[in-house]
């Protein structure tokens, strides 16, 4: 007696649309895409403006045109000016580059479609003088516009230790440096004593020339509130206000006394 088999049935294959998980991926996909087009590529996060404040000797046009270079990208096979995308690091570093006049950029996004950039320029506090090329120097010890010698009334400032031209943008004076120098020009102002010129001679010599042409000499890497009160015991008691033109120098470096010099002496 022959066993009786059941007959082999051929499954059909279930139709991939009738599949959920294709039509979830399909969502996916386009809720995915609608979102990128939102962000990226739709009109409404498309830079619509740039404002600019803070600037007063860098012209607005100018660095406008700076930034309108760099908001345009491509993204895939597309070309976006998003809010979103906009390379706010490397915006302010050609900024900063290419103005040296300039010394910070604040960058803020306004959504949807506005950037805001305000500019801090640099302030000059004194003349650098490198071989009778003049520029202004800042207190960070930053050179940023090449000058005339007779257009300011500012301090001017030499640096015996330096070979070459310096480039505008470049730290000549170390910071620290610029500090203490404009503490003691602030401290000799209430002594009624105007500081003409700065000539730093070495890292532990800097001489002070007077609008009455005699000099102080400054050690900056000692106590300078030390030197400062010595140089004021001395000009109160034993050179009278009258007899300060007469004076060659006064040496603030060492120990506790406070030599000085006639220029008669």
Known sequence: MKKYRKPYRIKKKKSIF??????LFIL??????????????SPFFQVREIKISGNE???SEQILSQVQKKIEQKLLFFTTRSVLLVNSKQIKKEILENFPQITEVYFKRKFPAILELKIEERKPIAIFNFKESYFFIDKKGVIFKEVSEDKSSLPEIKDSLLTEKPKLGERVVEEELISKILKISSELENLKVKIVEVEIVSDEKINLKTSQDWKIYFDPKKDLNWQL???KAVLE????LESRQDLEYIELRFGDLAPFKYRSD
């Open 18 to 23: 009738r599949s959920h998980f294709f039509w």
């Open 229 to 231: 009160r010595k140089l």
């Open 57 to 59: 000797k860098v012209s």
């Open 237 to 240: 008691t034993e050179i009278p």
């Open 28 to 41: 996916t996909l386009i809720f995915l895409g609608g979102i990128f087009y939102l962000l990226f590529l």
